[in-house]
């Protein structure tokens, strides 16, 4: 996004992140908590967007009554907030996807493939807390498939939990994601997770978890496949 610099709206004088909600409106994209964004950032706002988030986190913690002066354990704290959502819980938000390289299926593979349990993170887009499971995939590759290497299913799963979201939409992008790097006959996504929401506050209860599943594909048609992963997997501690 080369000329972003140039479009006429992108006064300097405006706070960054109107800068970039300016370019996405204009682009007629949402850009929602689970939105990747990373295109209309140019080189150097991130830093700027930092001092921002940091200014308004400040204020956020006046309104609170909380002393950042004479209090040494919040002097920092506006800065470290503001660091963490941005590289840290949210920086799916403000990366490009990362490198996958895909390989050709020259054996024609085409048996069952799972990988996991991956440890997931992500945060809640109700009350920002945090949301930590495990994710399953499924995959049932066919000879036109693209084969990618291990690690870059957790590379590819850490890059979209890392937003704030709820767990249904986190593991539809995910399956999203993969049908188009992969592009297998079936794909299959299981996901139990903790939500500090109802561990935290509200209810309290601190043993419920939430499984939920998306299948596409030969997962979805053939109930006998389903089951195989399914029972392979079988949530195991």
Same mark, same amino acid.
């Given at each position: 996004?080369?000329?972003?610099?140039?479009?006429?709206?992108?006064?300097?004088?405006?706070?960054?992140?109107?800068?970039?909600?300016?370019?996405?409106?204009?682009?007629?994209?949402?850009? #929602?908590?689970?939105?990747?964004?990373?295109?209309?950032?140019?080189?150097?706002?991130?830093?700027?967007?930092?001092?921002?988030?940091?200014?308004?986190?400040?204020?956020?913690? =006046?309104?609170?009554?909380?002393?950042?002066?004479?209090?040494?354990?919040?002097?920092?704290?506006?800065?470290?907030?503001?660091?963490?959502?941005?590289?840290?819980?949210?920086?799916?938000?403000?990366?490009?996807?990362?490198?996958?390289? =895909?390989?050709?299926?020259?054996?024609?593979?085409?048996?069952?493939?799972?990988?996991?349990?991956?440890?997931?993170?992500?945060?809640?887009? #109700?009350?920002?807390?945090?949301?930590?499971?495990?994710?399953?995939?499924?995959?049932?590759?066919?000879?036109?498939?693209?084969?990618?290497?291990?690690?870059?299913?957790?590379?590819?799963?850490?890059?979209?939990?890392?937003?704030?979201?709820?767990?249904?939409?986190?593991?539809?992008?995910?399956?999203?994601?993969?049908?188009?790097?992969?592009?297998?006959?079936?794909?299959?996504?299981?996901?139990?997770?903790? #939500?500090?929401?109802?561990?935290?506050?509200?209810?309290?209860?601190?043993?419920?978890?939430?499984?939920?599943?998306?299948?596409?594909?030969?997962?979805?048609?053939?109930?006998?496949?389903?089951?195989?992963?399914?029972?392979?997997?079988?949530?195991?501690?």
């Amino acid at each position: 996004m080369s000329n972003l610099s140039k479009i006429p709206f992108d006064d300097p004088t405006l706070p960054v992140s109107a800068r970039i909600r300016a370019r996405i409106k204009k682009a007629k994209l949402r850009f #929602h908590a689970n939105d990747n964004i990373a295109a209309f950032l140019v080189p150097g706002e991130m830093d700027a967007l930092l001092d921002e988030v940091e200014g308004k986190m400040k204020g956020v913690l =006046e309104s609170l009554v909380i002393d950042t002066e004479s209090d040494h354990n919040t002097q920092d704290t506006a800065r470290r907030v503001a660091k963490m959502y941005l590289t840290e819980v949210f920086r799916g938000r403000y990366v490009p996807a990362p490198a996958v390289t =895909e390989f050709p299926n020259a054996e024609r593979l085409n048996e069952l493939m799972i990988v996991g349990p991956i440890t997931v993170r992500s945060a809640c887009s #109700h009350h920002f807390c945090p949301i930590m499971g495990r994710l399953w995939i499924g995959v049932m590759p066919n000879e036109h498939s693209n084969l990618i290497g291990l690690s870059k299913y957790s590379r590819l799963a850490e890059w979209v939990m890392s937003r704030p979201q709820i767990q249904e939409e986190a593991i539809t992008q995910m399956a999203e994601l993969l049908m188009s790097k992969v592009s297998p006959d079936g794909l299959a996504v299981v996901m139990e997770a903790d #939500h500090f929401c109802m561990h935290w506050r509200g209810v309290r209860d601190t043993e419920t978890k939430m499984v939920n599943s998306v299948m596409r594909g030969s997962f979805l048609k053939d109930s006998a496949l389903r089951r195989e992963f399914l029972s392979l997997i079988s949530l195991k501690n």
